[in-house]
C-alpha cells in the first residue's frame, strides 16, 4: 500500500480513493491514473505522451482527452485558483507542483494523520523554474542557526524559502511562518507580535524566546528588510537560547549576526547577446518566461526561432530578474512579443501589471524597487543617483575619484557599501568591478529627472499610484530631498 500526501489531500494508489480533510473526492479512473503519474514524479515535467500511456496504456486516444482530464483535476484540486498544482510546462508537458511525502506499508498508516498537519506554509502558485539544484543544495544546509536567503526585490527569496522549508519541515516538530511585512494578515504568535509591534518590549522579546522553548522548530522569517534590526536582535535571541532552532529569514541584506549563514540568491540564467539557443530549458530564464507565457497568451507559444529569439531578448532586458520575467509575460496577450521587446527599453513603464493577490511590494516592478530605495538613508540615495550615470561596469576607485569629493572622508565609502550589502549595487566579482542591474539604473534616472524638472504634481501622484504600496514603517533617516542632492552633485560633476 502506498499512500501520498499533498497538500491537504491524501491519496491511496492502492485502493483507488482520494481524500480532501478526510472526505472522500470523487475522480474518474483515467484522471486518477494521471495525477498518480504525476504525483509519484513530483517536480519532474511529464510529457502529454507519457500521461496518455499512463491512463490509456492498451488505446490510442486523441490529445484532447487528455486536457478534458486535465481540467477536470485542475478544478477538484484547486478550486479557485486552477492550475497552481498542476501546472502546463510549454511544448514539454505537465508538472505537479506542491510537495509530496510518499508513505508505504501498513505500519505507516497510522503516522499518516500525524505527519498530515495543517500546513502553515504558504501555497505556491506556481512551480519555480531554474532552482531545483539550488533547492537541493541549500537544502542540506538548514540547520540549527540562523540562515538568510539575500537578493534583489523580486529575485524570489520567498519562493526558494518556502520550497526549502517544505524539504526539511518533516525534521522539525514545529514550524512558523512569519512575513514581517504583511500587517493585513497579523498573526496572535508571540513571535508574530514581537516583529510587528511599533514597540518592542522586553517583555514581549521573552514570550516569542520562550514559546519556541524545549521545542526542535523551524522558523522562516520573511521580508526582513524594514525591521532588519529588531529581526536580527530576535532571531540572535531565539537562536542562543534554543540550540533545536533553526531560522530561515528573507532580505535584501544580510542580518549582520555572528555565525549567519548568508546564501545569495541569483537571477535565472539568460543568454549573452546573439546567443545561438537549441533548447529553451538551457536557460532558465526563457523557460520561465516561455512557461508563464503558455498560461496567459497560449497563441504566442515560445516553439520558433523568432520567438525563442524575442523570448531571449525579452530576459535578458529584464536582468533574469523572476518578477519582471512573470510580469512581462503577463503583457504579451495585449502587446504581443515584438512590441513587448521594444517597450522594454523603458521597463518601469511596461512592466506595471502583476499579480492582484500577491504582496502589493511584489505587483509592480516599481513597488519591488521603491521597497528598497526607502530603505535608504540620504547618503545612499544620493550616491545611487550619481551612480546611475555609468553605463556599463565601473570601479570603486573610479566612483570614488568621479563622486567621493561630495561626501564627507568616511560617507562615501559607508554609502558605497551599504548599496552592494542592500542588493542595489552588483558586485561582478571581476578585477573588483561593479555594476547597477539595468532594472535599478533607469529607477535612479527617473528619480533625477522628476526633480530635475520639478515633476508636475499630478504627475507625481500618478507614478505613486502606480507603485501602490507604502511600507508599514516610518523609514529610517529619509531625506525627503535627497534626490534633488543627487541631481545637484551630477550637474556639477557634468
Known sequence: ??????????????????????????????????????????????????????????????????RVNIVALRKVLDGVNPGSMIENVAGRGYTFTPPV????GHENLGSASRMHQPDVLPNACA??????????????????????????????????????????????????????????????????????????????????????????????????????????LIAESIADRNSDAAILATSREPLGIIGENVLYLPGLAVPEAEQEIDDLAAFSGIQLFAER????????????????????????????????????????????????????????????????????????????????????DSKMQALLGLLSSFGGEFTRELARERYGCYFGPSDFEEAFDGLVVKSLVDSQQRGGSYSLPRLIREYALEKQRMSAVGYPAEKMEH????????????????????????????????
Open 127 to 232: 512551480r519555480l523554474v531554474g532552482r531545483e539544484d539550488l533547492i537541493a543544495r541549500w537544502s542540506d544546509n538548514i540547520g540549527a542557526g540562523i540562515t538568510t536567503i539575500v537578493g534583489q526585490g523580486g529575485i524570489g527569496k520567498t519562493s526558494m524559502a518556502i520550497q526549502i522549508a517544505r524539504c526539511v519541515q518533516n525534521a522539525y516538530e514545529r514550524v512558523q511562518f512569519v512575513d514581517v511585512a504583511d500587517r493585513a494578515n497579523d498573526s496572535p504568535c508571540p513571535l508574530a507580535l514581537a516583529l510587528k509591534a511599533r514597540t518592542l518590549t522586553s517583555g514581549m522579546l521573552s514570550q516569542a524566546i520562550e514559546s519556541f522553548s524545549g521545542e526542535s522548530v523551524l522558523l522562516i522569517i520573511d521580508g526582513c528588510d524594514w525591521s532588519i534590526d529588531r529581526v536580527a
Open 293 to 376: 507565457v503558455s498560461m496567459v497568451a497560449e497563441e504566442f507559444a515560445i516553439d520558433g526561432p523568432g520567438n525563442i529569439k524575442l523570448a531571449a531578448d525579452v530576459v535578458r532586458m529584464t536582468d533574469g530578474n523572476p518578477l519582471a520575467i512573470e510580469l512581462a509575460a503577463s503583457r504579451v496577450a495585449d502587446l504581443g512579443l515584438e512590441y513587448l521587446v521594444a517597450s522594454l527599453d523603458r521597463p518601469l513603464r511596461t512592466l506595471r501589471r502583476g499579480n492582484r493577490t500577491a504582496h502589493p511590494r511584489q505587483q509592480t516592478l516599481r513597488a519591488s524597487i521603491d521597497w528598497s530605495y526607502d530603505l535608504l
Open 1 to 66: 500500500m502506498t499512500i501520498l500526501l499533498f497538500d491537504d489531500f491524501e491519496m491511496d494508489t492502492q485502493s483507488r480513493s482520494l481524500k480532501r480533510r478526510d472526505r472522500e473526492v470523487r475522480i474518474g479512473s483515467r484522471a486518477f491514473d494521471i495525477l498518480t503519474a504525476l504525483t509519484s514524479k513530483q517536480g519532474q515535467i511529464l510529457s502529454k505522451a507519457e500521461l496518455m500511456e499512463a491512463a490509456w496504456p492498451d488505446t490510442h486516444v486523441e490529445e484532447s482527452s487528455l
Open 463 to 494: 507614478v505613486a499610484a502606480e507603485s501602490a504600496y507604502r511600507p508599514p514603517y516610518p523609514a529610517r533617516n529619509i531625506a525627503p530631498q535627497s534626490n534633488l542632492l543627487a541631481l545637484q552633485l551630477v550637474g556639477q560633476a557634468a
Open 101 to 104: 511525502t510518499k508513505l508505504d
